[in-house]
Nanobody
Framework: QVQLVESGGGLVQAGGSLRLSCAAS????????MGWYRQAPGKKRELVAT???????IYADSVMGRFTISRDDADSTVYLQMNSLKPEDTAVYYCNARAVMSAYDYWGRGTPVTVSS
């Protein structure tokens, strides 16, 4: 089992920045990719960014150039630096970790991000 705990969400004005953190614990040796998803009210959960253990990152088109994902394997933590935030970035952000062998997805409980205009 893997446990994920997010932090860093909050309220910010448009154009501002936030940094989300996700600390993983438990059977972290089973994890390959980690990432962030978000779900806005009334919408489906969507991919924001993922990063593999090798450091390869994928971003949603809507955040490309504004968000940066990184990971610190020594601390088993993944980060999401969010710059130039827009009101449409408002959502609950969820940390995700995918197991290497089973492709099972672990999820955190989410951290809310609200961007005011």
């Amino acid at each position: 089992q893997v446990q994920l705990v997010e932090s860093g969400g909050g309220l910010v004005q448009a154009g501002g920045s936030l940094r989300l953190s996700c600390a993983a614990s438990g059977s972290i040796f089973t994890i390959n990719a980690m990432g962030w998803y978000r779900q806005a009210p009334g919408k489906k959960r969507e991919l924001v960014a993922t990063i593999t253990s090798g450091g390869s990152a994928i971003y949603a088109d809507s955040v490309m150039g504004r968000f940066t994902i990184s990971r610190d394997d020594a601390d088993s933590t993944v980060y999401l630096q969010m710059n130039s935030l827009k009101p449409e970035d408002t959502a609950v952000y969820y940390c995700n970790a995918r197991a290497v062998m089973s492709a099972y997805d672990y999820w955190g409980r989410g951290t809310p991000v609200t961007v005011s205009s």
